[in-house]
């Protein structure tokens, strides 16, 4: 059980990374990149999983700030998806849609990281 935790913890921190990596590496012509998407995606499933397990094992779970942070993923995973969409379909992603992916999954960053 401790090694499928720790995994799942490193898929979440990937997920982390691809979509504040991507949010970083394209800050100046701000879209919405495929590694965005598949992060999002990633720190749903991961997190939500990861949560399943603590409270599984008996785990003492900050309710507030799981809620939080889940409301905060669906925020990004959302954003993602339409700015995908938009790709897909030709569109020009709007900068406020394509920060709002990054700048939300810095806010999550801190709140996994600040709220003890």
């Known amino acids: 059980m401790t090694f499928l935790t720790l995994f799942l913890v490193f898929l979440h921190i990937l997920?982390?990374?691809?979509?504040f990596g991507g949010?970083?590496?394209?800050?100046k012509t701000p879209t919405v990149n495929v590694w965005q998407w598949y992060g999002a995606i990633a720190q749903l499933v991961t997190g939500l999983a990861l949560v399943g397990m603590a409270e599984a094992?008996?785990?003492d779970v900050n309710h507030i700030k799981i809620g939080?942070?889940?409301?905060?993923?669906?925020i990004i995973a959302v954003?993602?998806?339409l700015g995908r969409k938009k790709i897909k379909a030709g569109e020009e992603v709007s900068t406020g849609l394509?920060?709002?992916?990054g700048g939300?999954?810095?806010i999550n960053i801190a709140i996994a990281v600040l709220w003890v």
């Open 15 to 19: 997920g982390a990374a691809a979509i």
């Open 23 to 27: 949010w970083l590496a394209n800050f």
């Open 57 to 59: 094992n008996g785990g």
């Open 68 to 74: 939080v942070k889940v409301v905060i993923a669906i």
């Open 79 to 81: 954003a993602a998806f």
């Open 98 to 101: 394509a920060h709002a992916t």
């Open 104 to 106: 939300m999954a810095l």
